[in-house]
């Protein structure tokens, strides 16, 4: 199979989204750091470019934050070569013993909650490089953690008040708020 690799602008600027033809992983791995990289073969790869400040896998893509004084235009043909190269050879993403998702958890309604976040807004958060997911929810206030191109995005406070507190609101009417400790 040959492998193509093309990238996609996200609304963070510090960050692109390099698409491959082909499932990388289910569900999502964040490493914000060169440190959290420890049991990721690719990631670990990654941060060998000084340029790279963060990596994140979901589903056919990574995501690659890059450091304040690298141009988009200089690395990312650098970036796209070693994806292709670190997916024809197979870079393992996570190491054997990594565990898969956890089922939804908690009351009725956080299960409800989480079913939501899970099948309309993951979605699109992916679509922009980013990934989602449940923390808590108590008096009627949501916790989220947004990573990815999510994660530092200047538009991100935007998409959590306007998109996904509106739409948990309507969907859950005991939502009051949904606020993420990520930002």
Not at 8 to 11: D, F, I, K, L, S
Not at 176 to 183: D, M, R, T
């Given at each position: 199979m040959t492998i193509n690799v093309y990238t996609?602008?996200?609304?963070n600027p510090a960050t692109m989204k390099f698409m491959v033809n082909k499932l990388l992983i289910n569900g999502s791995?964040?490493?914000?750091t060169k440190e959290s990289a420890e049991h990721s073969p690719f990631a670990k790869e990654?941060?060998?470019?000084?340029?790279?400040?963060?990596?994140?896998?979901?589903?056919?893509?990574v995501t690659i934050t890059k450091t304040e004084d690298a141009e988009w235009a200089d690395v990312e043909p650098i970036l796209k070569?070693?994806?292709k190269g670190a997916v024809e050879s197979e870079y393992k993403i996570k190491e054997a013993h990594a565990e898969e998702a956890p089922a939804f958890e908690g009351s009725d309604l956080e299960i409800k909650i989480q079913q939501i976040l899970h099948d309309y807004i993951r979605p699109a958060v992916e679509q922009d490089g980013?990934?989602?997911s449940y923390?808590?929810?108590?008096?009627?206030?949501?916790t989220v953690e947004l990573r990815g191109s999510c994660s530092g995005c200047p538009?991100?406070?935007?998409?959590?008040?306007?998109?996904?507190?509106?739409l948990l609101q309507r969907m859950v009417p005991e939502v009051?708020?949904?606020?993420?400790?990520?930002?």
């Open positions: 996609e602008q996200t609304p791995e964040d490493f914000a990654l941060f060998k470019f000084n340029f790279v400040s963060g990596v994140f896998f979901a589903s056919n893509f070569e070693f994806v980013g990934a989602i923390k808590s929810f108590e008096e009627g206030v949501v538009s991100s406070t935007i998409t959590l008040k306007s998109g996904i507190q509106n009051k708020e949904v606020v993420s400790n990520a930002l």
